[in-house]
């Protein structure tokens, strides 16, 4: 039987702006097991992002209850929160999020250094980390020195760096070519086939198609949760020469 690592019963969350009462989620429950690869759409206003803020113990609910890997959420108070944050989630942003004066490596070392791990053992867990993206020959470059693709890799790198439970994706194909969208997708497919659970914002359905779930929000409520055969983001590599060459 599968665990949880995510449990939402009737997420809420208000915002007051300008007098006015704006109700962002509205009683969103889901249940998202370790190991599902799972893509959060919508149009712009839905409350994707507010329900992502959530589930990444980013922002409180107004109401509801929230379980992260067997924690109740709710209780913590906002250090315990982010030490949390620090230990079980790893965030992959479409701007990448890079420090622009860092190499590759002291990028990936940062969660780290603020979870207090020592220099060598900081070392030798980032160069292992990005040895798993394909950047290992990469470690001193800087992100100016490195393509968006390649940004990418090391903002996924540092994501994982901690070994968390979940990583939280928002937008990350959004600053990204198609063919490297695709060498993205490909790698969060091989890392949750390894056992990782994924959730990713998109509101692009040719970045959906590679997730096994979709759950669909609008108007601050989640109207659609459905499973799907993905497609294989490695094989769709494979046959882009041979599809250009024909061309």
Known sequence: MATPIIVA?????DYVMGGHVVHALRGVSATIDEGDFVAVMGPSGSGKSTFMNLVGCLDRPTGGSY??????????NGDQLAALRNRRIG???QSFHL???ADALSNVELPMVYGGIARRQRHEKAMKALTRVGLADRYHHRPNQLSGGQQQ????????????????????????????SLEIM???QELNRGGMSVVMVTHE????????RVLRFRDGRLIEDHRQTPADAAQMLAREP??????
């Open 67 to 76: 379980v992260l890997a067997g924690e109740e959420v709710a209780k913590l």
């Open 205 to 212: 359905p040719d970045v959906a198609q590679f997730a096994r």
């Open 9 to 13: 019963r009737d997420l809420a969350k």
């Open 242 to 247: 041979a599809e250009q060459e024909a061309a």
């Open 153 to 180: 890799r090391v903002a996924i790198a540092r994501a994982l760096v901690n070994d968390p439970s979940l990583i939280l994706a928002d937008e990350p194909t959004g600053a990204l070519d198609s063919r490297t």
């Open 99 to 101: 420090l622009p004066r």
């Open 186 to 188: 490909a790698l969060f």
């Open 91 to 93: 965030f992959v942003f």
